[in-house]
């Protein structure tokens, strides 16, 4: 990531990141999912190429998954929808930092 004038921004290319995922596309990869132990953010835009019911599989098996989705966002929820995702992304993070109650 790159920090500019107007926030952070990647260092490679869009068209280079889709190309570079063509090969596993087709594998759904359900599980290496199984096997994430950290908690994970699923995030998901409506328009994005990513179904819900996908994206809530994908939720259901990551032992410790969350889901999020976006409105008005395509693939590239970050670029679509800059304050949804960084809110999302927030409350992930303020839920998984917070120390649970023993």
């Known amino acids: 990531m790159e920090e500019r004038d107007d926030g952070w921004w990647p260092l490679f290319s869009f068209a280079h990141m889709l190309s570079s995922r063509e090969p596993w596309i087709p594998d759904a990869h359900w599980e290496e999912l199984a096997h994430v ?12 190429e990513l179904g819900r019911a996908e994206a809530q599989e994908m939720v259901r098996v990551l032992p ?8 008005d966002a395509g693939h590239h929820v970050p ?6 995702w960084q809110s999302a992304v927030d409350s992930f993070l303020a ?8």
Do not use: F, K, M, N
């Not at 132990?37 to 994005?48: E, F, I, S, Y």
């Not at 839920?95 to 023993?102: F, G």
């Open 79 to 84: 670029w679509d929808q800059p304050a949804a």
């Open 37 to 48: 132990r950290c908690p994970t953010l699923v995030v998901r835009g409506w328009d994005g």
């Open 64 to 71: 410790h998954g969350s889901y999020a989705e976006i409105a």
């Open 95 to 102: 839920e998984v930092l917070t120390p649970s109650a023993p």
